[in-house]
């Protein structure tokens, strides 16, 4: 067994508070609750993150989201979610079984501060860039 604390959940050896379970992926709360309810989505089969996971493993994982997070805003009564995914951590990824935050929102003091540095558009080098990204994604399974 590895050492990993989420398929540990999986495996049942350390509790959790699960808000579902199927044999491809689980969802359960994420102990420190930014919000009530706020929730993690895993694969059942251990993948380091987004960047490490095969198209199959995203499509059951992803194919869930929408199902759990409908039930989530159902119960808790949230205006609003972010649905957010930490890969590597740079970007704030301290577990490294990949997996989905939804934290249910309700106000605007909520804890969550997503702010996106906007910058004037080059459309030039917006289209090279596409050009350079494009060329690596075909060539990436
Ligand atoms: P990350 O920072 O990697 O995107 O998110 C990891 C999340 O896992 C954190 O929000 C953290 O609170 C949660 N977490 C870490 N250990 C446990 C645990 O043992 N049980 C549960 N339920 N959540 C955990
Ligand atoms: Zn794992």
């Known amino acids: 067994m590895n050492n990993c ?5 999986i495996a049942g ?6 808000v579902y379970e199927d ?3 689980l969802a359960f709360l994420d102990i420190t609750q ?22 199959e493993t995203a499509k059951i994982t992803f194919a869930r989201l929408p199902k759990i997070a409908r039930g989530l805003q159902k119960a808790t009564g ?12 740079l970007a704030g990824q301290t577990v490294f079984h990949a997996h989905i935050h939804l934290v249910p929102r309700y106000s ?7 702010h996106y540095t ?11 860039l596409a050009k350079t990204i494009s060329k690596e994604v075909a060539l990436c399974d």
């Open 13 to 18: 050896e350390i509790p959790a508070s699960k």
């Open 34 to 55: 930014t919000t009530k309810g706020h929730t993690l989505l895993v694969p059942k089969k251990h993948v380091r993150n987004v960047l490490a996971m095969d198209a």
């Open 78 to 89: 949230a205006q609003a979610m972010n649905i957010i995914n930490n890969n590597e951590p």
């Open 118 to 128: 906007t910058h004037e558009p080059d459309f030039a080098a917006l289209e090279s």
């Open 108 to 114: 605007n003091k909520d804890g969550i501060d997503i």
């Open 5 to 9: 604390i989420f398929c540990k959940i």
């Open 23 to 25: 044999d491809q992926v």
